[in-house]
């Protein structure tokens, strides 16, 4: 809340500031922020201060701040830049932001962009375009440290002072043999504690976890989480070092990966912006295409009811606890389902868990099942019948109560297999989520509800 | 998919290795693992043979697996230890994985702890302690390398080399005055490349963002997200050095706060164990009271339907688009309000955009509403009338439709508005997902339905 206040009060200070031309006094305050928190301040002001605020930035700042900027706000800028500024900028980025702002740029200013970069640059560039979305190498970089095994720690400083200022990450080095095949590694704190005399392969751990260029990025940046890496080295069939992936990359990754799954389980299609960045119409189209599905898929629930019309005529108080029947079934297969999707995200179930966790859940939807049935039976009896005055019998109320039992089971049987299944069969688990398993349970729980109303109430 | 294969293999090689007690096999395999991938071995072998797979593992590599180990392997291993081999473990270890480790304990277990622990870590560990749980204070570490101002970079590079083995990073080091008010940092990286002459005060960075030992965990793993950061100073009231939070524990605070807010969504009372070792009871406590909220609530519902009777009794074939009403609108506002949910969480909308979120979700309500209902009156003539041959008239479909209409756009208003006050009158938005909006969104659009079925068929 603190820190809000204050970037919003940031915001007006540079616009008064700006407006009254005090452009010394601006650049004075906002060379003491973050990038990040700089880069919001200049998406705050109007369109036409935006050039102008960024040629008051320090050079290397100056590129820190372009890569936090909005696309848009980058292509403005990259198009009223001379060919001699935006070699400037583009010289002190790091070759995956590099490639991020590529991709996200039309033709034509990817074309200015390739033209101003260095041969070498451009090449590495077009490389890691070639990985295909979503792979381990579309989100490396090619700027790391190699070192070759016979060098000894101290050339090893050497090296790390002549060339760390471009490298994404000196935290870790990665020792190659002559054909670039990856030996082993060594991060700079055992580095700067060895001995100087020491050779990079004597001091090396060859015991080193890589990513393939085709691996999923999701797969990779979970092996961040799981064994606590700050990069992790990427190689290719040959198991040549081609580039590393660091720590901050993966954690959007995860981020981005995380908010995916969020939305597929509330039967959203996924759209990577954020949401007040997106327009109306791009909402529509993520949200329409489910709602669709499922309200069509309704059909079955509506033809389930019509066909029991006469029961439900002769006992017209049935009628009145379907919603709570199928709000309940839902609520209980998408509590199981969530819980197996995310475990299946964070690796920690996987398909050959699938009679442990059903196990579980029938255990555990048989002592909930019971407990909220005796709740219910009180309540009908207390609550509906003797203060709303509804005409509940023991006949009604068991038929209620003994369906809320089978719909929970039925709905956590549901909602911790389809997950599974959509696992094994090679589709998004998330997509089994509430919204899916909801319109599966609603016509289970009534055809439950009219098979007892038939048992009981003999109709 | 084969890292897992690999792991199954591993686990079912030492298991038949163990058996033949063929134990310097099983230490050479293991010992080339990462310490997750031992200590997951580890938990799959039988319980008798972990004391003794631990004594195979070499002394540095033995804490690594040790903290990764689950809490009742840990407590079983401590209390099998001679006080000499737990000292041996425990001096391994970094101060903030030994109070995550004590946090877990009973009581017994952690006064053998700190009795075995040096006078100078118990105080630590006692301070750490001492923070509340979620604060930023309960995830530090006290083990970072701080430096004075006035010292050069050959003597903090002296000081690295001396002290660094014990920190639990070297990436980053703090300046700090003589009352360790908190000056500046610089990066191993700045530390590298500047001039061996020059002082601390002299390369470090001032633009030091740090955070304070009460913020909120989150609030400070976010920043890591935000800001691409390895560690963060945390200080006290005082602006004094206290700790440091580093990038792993950030991650893991990440990911278990994202499995709350998802839990939540899904009407699941936070656990914080992963699922196959949570316990029955456990599983039915933490899911058990929203469910039997939600099924109270929907009593309300109920009731809306038993005033309608007559209308459902004169026109019986409105009982059959029920559920449809129903999941649409439930589905159509946990679009909204999940994705609010998750804004919110990423810190990309606040309180302060309510009215662009709401006029937003209004343009976008009405677009789908209306692209639902012209497809559901197709449907309803084609499908459910001609194939079905059920008695809809063009009055019925109008009310079915229309209804549809008012419900999405109800659905999104509440679906997008309550995260927000939640969050306003500081309650966690996550509750206010699917199955709450459900609740409420199955209620207006029971009454929308009847006041039109009142206005298009006169009952």
């Keep these: 809340m603190e820190d809000e206040m204050n970037i919003e009060q940031l915001i007006e200070m540079t616009e008064d500031l700006l407006k009254n031309k005090q452009y010394v006094k601006v650049r004075d305050m906002i060379i003491t922020l973050q990038p990040t928190d700089i880069a919001y301040i200049m998406e705050a002001m109007p369109d036409d201060t935006m050039p102008l605020m960024f040629r008051l930035l320090p050079k290397e700042l100056a590129a820190e701040v372009f890569v936090e900027l909005e696309s848009d706000s980058q292509e403005n800028l990259i198009t009223g830049f001379s060919r001699a500024e935006l070699k400037e900028v583009l010289d002190e980025l790091y070759l995956d932001d590099t490639v991020d702002i590529v991709e996200e740029m039309p033709a034509n200013v990817v074309k200015r962009i390739l033209t101003a970069s260095d041969p070498e640059v451009r090449k590495s560039i077009n490389e890691v375009l070639q990985y295909p979305e979503d792979s381990t190498g579309s989100i490396m970089t090619t700027e790391y440290i190699d070192m070759k095994r016979n060098m000894t720690v101290e050339d090893a400083l050497k ?25 082993g590694y060594a991060s700079i704190r ?46 290719d069939k040959e198991n040549r070092l081609v580039g590393i992936v660091t720590i901050d990359d993966a954690i959007d990754v995860l981020t981005e990966e995380t908010t995916e799954d969020i939305e597929r389980m509330a039967a959203i299609s996924p759209s990577y912006k954020p949401y007040l960045k997106t327009d109306i119409l791009e909402t ?3 949200r329409i295409p489910w709602l669709l599905l499922l309200m069509v898929s309704a059909t079955f629930t509506g033809q389930i009811i019509s066909s029991f019309e006469d029961a439900l005529a002769a006992f017209t108080v049935l009628t009145a606890y ?49 407990i909220l049935a005796a709740c219910n039976f009180a309540k009908l009896m207390l609550v509906d019948k003797m203060l709303f005055h509804n005409p509940i019998t023991i006949s009604v109320a068991l ?13 956590k049987l549901v909602g911790c297999t389809l997950p599974l299944l959509a696992k094994r069969l090679g589709f998004d688990p998330a997509v089994m989520a509430s919204p899916f398993i909801t319109t599966i349970v609603d016509a289970i729980s009534l055809l439950i509800y009219f098979q007892f109303a038939k048992m009981f109430l003999h109709i």
């Design 284 to 286: 529509v189209k993520s």
């Design 190 to 235: 055992t580095l700067l504690l060895a001995d100087e005399d020491a050779t990079m392969g004597e001091i090396m751990d060859r015991n080193v976890v890589s990513a393939s260029t085709l691996d999923d990025q999701e797969e990779t940046a979970r092996k961040f989480e799981k064994y606590d890496f700050l990069a992790m080295p990427v190689v």
């Design 322 to 370: 379907i919603p709570m029947l199928m709000d309940t079934g839902g609520n209980a297969g998408s509590q199981a389902s969530v819980t197996i999707i995310r475990g299946i995200s964070l690796n920690e179930i996987s398909i050959k868990d699938i009679v442990k966790v059903v196990w579980k859940e029938i255990r555990v939807a048989l002592i909930i099942g019971v």
């Design 399 to 411: 038929v209620v109560c003994c369906t809320l039992v089978f719909t929970v089971f039925s709905a």
């Design 159 to 183: 090296r790390i002072r002549r060339v760390g200022q471009d490298m994404e990450t000196i935290s870790v080095m990665y020792v190659i043999d002559k054909d670039r095949h990856l030996l």
